[in-house]
Nanobody
């Protein structure tokens, strides 16, 4: 199970940190990802991290403002988002990939508006 939190309303230029609490599977074995989906658009990949080694990979358009990280002691995935823009408004989802399973959270809404 994955439960996202930390979304909300933020002004342009502001920051938010999203969290994704994981349970029910070996977090250390998972490839953890963040995606987002804006209204009327397809789901978009943001970044991924290996829980075991902390190896990260970002979509080109996300590199620089977004930082993915994990706390393996807390089985939690994070997404630090800085310099937010109106076009970052979307529902943000976390995803856990394992050899035999694929889990999604319910999403958390991020709205960037003045």
């Amino acid at each position: 199970r994955l439960v996202e939190s930390g979304g909300g309303l933020v002004q342009p230029g502001g920051s938010l940190r999203l969290s994704c609490a994981a349970s029910g599977f070996p977090f250390i074995s998972a490839l953890m990802k963040w995606y987002r989906q804006a209204p009327g658009k397809e789901r978009e990949f943001i970044a991924q991290i290996t829980s075991a080694g902390g190896i990260t990979y970002y979509a080109d358009s996300m590199r620089g403002r977004f930082t993915i990280s994990t706390n393996t002691a807390k089985n939690t995935l994070y997404l630090q988002m800085n310099s937010l823009k109106a076009e970052d408004t979307a529902v943000y989802y976390c995803n856990a990939r394992l050899p035999s399973a694929d889990y999604w959270g319910q999403g958390t809404q991020v709205t960037v508006s003045s």
